[in-house]
């Protein structure tokens, strides 16, 4: 996918809505539209790459972004524990293909919810 066709990019470009949680110069978060885990927010470099892999090969700042923003909203959104993965490659899940972030959990702070 192009980046002009990126749902991901057009979020980041604020051109269709999404719940955003939390933003950073480099990065944008918002709540995952089809969550697998009561808490489950969603963390992208506001640049496209289309995987993990090419975003830390090219970016580095962007990188650090994203995981500085994840970092705050876990202490943020998470009660005690919280996971923290990228999905690279349709193989491992990947349905996007923009770099991004899914923070979990089971146990939300309640106000998170």
């Known amino acids: 996918m192009t980046e002009n066709g990126c749902i991901f990019c057009r979020i980041a470009r604020k ?3 999404a719940k955003l949680v939390g933003e950073n110069d480099l990065a944008l978060a918002f709540w995952d539209v089809s969550p697998r885990q009561p808490l489950h927010i969603l963390v992208i470099p506001k640049l496209h790459y289309a995987n993990v892999a090419e975003l830390t090969l090219n970016d580095e700042k962007s990188l650090v972004s994203v995981m500085k923003l994840a970092s705050e909203l876990a202490l943020e959104h998470a009660e ?4 923290f993965s990228f999905n690279t490659g349709a193989g491992a899940g990947q349905t996007v293909f923009h770099a991004h972030a899914h923070l979990t959990s089971q146990t939300p702070r309640s106000e998170s919810a």
């Open 80 to 83: 005690e524990s919280f996971r």
């Open 15 to 17: 051109e269709i809505p």
